[in-house]
């Protein structure tokens, strides 16, 4: 999945076990976070990272939504932990993860972000060594550039 491309709708649980489909949710653009597991030190900074500045994500029409490997009941237990106020999918058949690029030949899950459009599309995409992370106003920032460039 490269910028530009159109993305699959797909459907995934979240940690309520509720069905969370793409494409019925793209009207503000959606940020799939892929992190490699629950409840450790990067992901648990990362994902608080993000929700401590929720508010400032839906200010620029984004919604954050994370994505990794883990069940269901494992995001329900890390989503409560950490108080998160955005879901946590469970792509257990990887499936949703490999058509991001987001597992790695080895079945290793990576850090990855992908931004996608309303219009179905990926607007931006980066990765991180799985011991860091891109902060939320890295992000910010590039949105903002993003809708810049849109408007031109």
């Not at 940020?31 to 994500?57: A, G, H, M, R, W």
């Not at 950490?82 to 030949?105: E, G, M, R, Y």
């Not at 219009?119 to 903002?144: C, H, N």
Request: charged content about 25%; some cysteine.
């Amino acid at each position: 999945m490269k910028i530009g491309d159109v993305v699959q709708n797909f459907i995934l649980k979240d940690e309520k076990g509720n069905d969370f489909e793409l494409y019925k949710n793209l009207n503000k653009k959606v940020l799939l976070v892929f992190y490699p597991k629950d409840d450790t030190l990067v992901c648990s900074s990362q994902l608080s990272d993000y929700n401590k500045n929720i508010d400032e994500f839906m200010r620029n029409n984004i919604q954050v939504v994370g994505i990794s490997t883990d069940s269901v009941n494992s995001h329900s237990t890390f989503c409560t932990k950490l108080k998160l106020n955005f879901p946590l999918l469970s792509d257990t058949a990887k499936t949703v993860s490999k058509q991001f690029d987001a597992i790695n030949l080895f079945g290793i899950r990576k850090r990855l972000l992908a931004l996608i459009g309303t219009d179905r599309t990926v607007l931006w995409k980066d990765s991180t060594l799985t011991i860091s992370f891109i902060k939320t106003g890295e992000i910010l920032e590039k949105a903002k550039l993003l809708s810049i460039k849109e408007m031109t």
